[in-house]
């Protein structure tokens, strides 16, 4: 079954360095997601890309964060100068444009520790 | 804006025991309603989903039927297993293609 992935698994990186966080959506799937989820706390929608540009974004995603599709395959989120309060769980999504229920489909998750 | 209230944890049940983890939303039109599971150290998984008032999503024994009049999908189910331990989130989707709003997760945690 086809799945979204991501890398690293675990990133660890010290506060004002900056950070790329990879992920291989869906093949056949056009939209794409960034959401955060701080530890012991909820899932938190960053932002949403599709046809190459940002579609929706949260007021979290400031002008740190950057998205990107590099090639046809990889979907990244830059953070420029990372701040000890960046360290979360960071998923990726994707979800096919259909007339059907657009059901978003999670990657496993990057683990960011900003020291 | 739309937002998901969900049963605060954590809760503890034993096993073959019954779950019910509340779950109310508020939103404009018709979402699209679901639970999500994270295991530990794992990441979302879709457990089940409802798109229009009165479905039923199931799935691996968990239930939750999507109640318009309620605005709630409670998250049932009859007998849990110590590999249900887990925290379950509940989310909506607003028409269209529009990002998950999450409710907060309520940790389950399943002793034989």
């Known amino acids: 079954e086809p799945e979204v992935t991501q890398t690293p698994s675990h990133q660890v990186t010290q506060m004002g360095q900056e950070v790329i966080l990879r992920c291989v959506p869906i093949?056949?799937?056009?939209?794409f997601y960034w959401y955060r989820q701080i530890l012991g706390q909820k899932v938190e929608f960053l932002v949403s890309f599709y046809n190459n540009e940002i579609s929706e974004k949260s007021e979290i995603f400031d002008d740190q964060f950057s998205v990107e599709r590099p090639d046809g395959s990889n979907f990244t989120l830059k953070i420029r100068s990372t701040k000890l309060e960046d360290s979360a769980m960071y998923f990726c999504a994707s979800s096919v444009l259909t007339s059907g229920p657009y059901e978003q489909y999670f990657g496993p998750g990057t683990r960011l520790t900003v020291t | 804006g739309n937002s998901v209230t969900q049963m605060e944890g954590p809760v503890t049940l034993s096993e073959e025991a019954f779950l019910t983890i509340n779950c109310t939303y508020t939103a404009t039109g018709y979402p699209s309603l679901f639970w999500y599971v994270q295991y530990p150290g794992e990441g979302l998984q879709l457990l089940l989903k409802?798109?229009?008032?009165?479905d039923k999503g199931s799935n691996k024994g968990f239930e939750a039927t999507y109640r318009k009049e309620t605005t709630s999908f409670h998250l049932e189910k009859g007998s849990v297993q110590v590999s249900d331990s887990a925290v379950y989130f509940c989310a909506l989707r607003g028409e269209g293609n529009t990002p998950l709003v999450f409710g907060k997760g309520t940790r389950l945690s399943v002793i034989a």
């Open positions: 409802a798109t229009k008032a009165d």
């Open positions: 093949s056949n799937h056009l939209y």
